[in-house]
């Protein structure tokens, strides 16, 4: 997903990515010329939902799959899916297209409202609904140093000082106090258990996107 954590031992760095005050202001994503349509990015991925149409003006209400959805907020194009076709308002009778501008997008409460270029009332905003919203990876914003967005740690191998695998990472979890990778053995890992290796400074000595590996310190045994 959308989710940034630091290599740190500070419980308010799980899944932060730039401190913005989202609430009462609005960014906009104008200034450009953009197309009305794109082809499906191959890095696309999946950042949160329309859940329902939002005033009567044409906005939407969206849920975001991160606390911090700077994904969301600073993508100039969404990319849309239809969701589960009961979710979808029967109503609707024009297709979900497969990208929008968006004009402006802001916080409401635990979720954001936005406004799709061309949606102007609320049946277009309706005919949104239930959509699952994917964002190219390339347009998150950039990281600080030690930083990682968590779709980029996933299948990362994970190897300990001794150079022993351990095996790639499959996920990550969110305990509140820190991000834990969730280590699971591929053929090559030595040992056949899933390992929860809490990704901060005391364990993880080195994260190289590039080669693709992660450097802890972890025994085999723990």
């Known amino acids: ?32 010329s953009v197309e009305p349509e794109s082809p499906w990015p191959p890095d696309a991925q999946e950042v949160g939902r329309i859940v329902d149409a939002w005033g009567v003006k044409g906005w939407v209400k969206v849920e975001p799959y991160s606390s911090h959805p700077q994904a969301l907020v600073s993508a100039q194009r969404w990319h849309l899916k239809r969701g589960d076709a009961a979710a979808v308002s029967p109503a609707v009778v ?3 297209p497969l990208s929008i501008v968006v004009a402006q997008v802001r916080a409401h409460g635990e979720f954001l409202v936005a406004k799709p270029c061309g949606s102007d009332d609320r049946t277009s905003a309706e005919a949104l609904r239930g ?15 030690d930083e990682f967005y968590w779709v980029d740690l996933i299948g990362l191998h994970v190897v300990n000082r001794e150079g022993h695998v351990l095996g790639t990472v499959a996920g990550l979890l969110d305990t509140g106090a820190q991000s834990v990778l969730q280590v699971r053995p591929g053929t090559s890992a030595e040992g056949a258990v899933e390992r929860l290796i809490p990704f901060v400074s005391a364990y993880v000595d080195r994260v190289d996107l590039q080669a693709r590996r992660i450097e802890v310190d972890w025994e085999l045994d723990f």
């Open 1 to 32: 997903m959308g989710h940034a954590c630091r290599r740190r031992w500070s419980a308010s760095s799980a899944r932060r990515r730039l401190p913005l005050d989202l609430a009462g202001s609005a960014v906009r994503a104008a200034g450009r």
């Open 94 to 96: 024009r297709p979900c």
């Open 131 to 145: 959509a699952r919203i994917f964002v190219s990876r390339a347009e998150f914003p950039a990281t600080d140093v």
